[in-house]
Nanobody, 115 residues
Framework: QVQLVESGGGLVQAGGSLRLSCAAS????????AGWYRQAPGKERELVAQ???????NYADSVKGRFTISRDNAKNSVFLQMNSLKPEDTAVYYC?????????WGQGTQVTVSS
């Protein structure tokens, strides 16, 4: 059974930082791509950042230069370091791992950025 458990969300002032963590179990994490998505109220879920098994990364234009995705395969974990946060970054953030044609999701963690 695949499980993804996120942590690290919270309330922060604009300009602040947060680090999200996602711990995976039930899969051979190191061979799969992982990513972070977010969904703001009334909006569709959108990709924030992805990291391949080979550690290639891809970012949404809106977070380039501010967010950094990384992974620690020894800990079966993927991280999202978020700096210079803006109110428009407020959303529920979801961890995602793709296993072939299947996509697994965590339960989400709320990030709220106050102005």
């Amino acid at each position: 059974q695949v499980q993804l458990v996120e942590s690290g969300g919270g309330l922060v002032q604009a300009g602040g930082s947060l680090r999200l963590s996602c711990a995976a179990s039930g899969i051979t994490f190191s061979i799969h791509a992982a990513g972070w998505y977010r969904q703001a109220p009334g909006k569709e879920r959108e990709l924030v950042a992805q990291i391949s098994s080979g550690r290639s990364t891809n970012y949404a234009d809106s977070v380039k230069g501010r967010f950094t995705i990384s992974r620690d395969n020894a800990k079966n974990s993927v991280f999202l370091q978020m700096n210079s946060l803006k109110p428009e970054d407020t959303a529920v953030y979801y961890c995602n791992v793709r296993v072939g044609t299947l996509a697994y999701w965590g339960q989400g963690t709320q990030v709220t950025v106050s102005s």
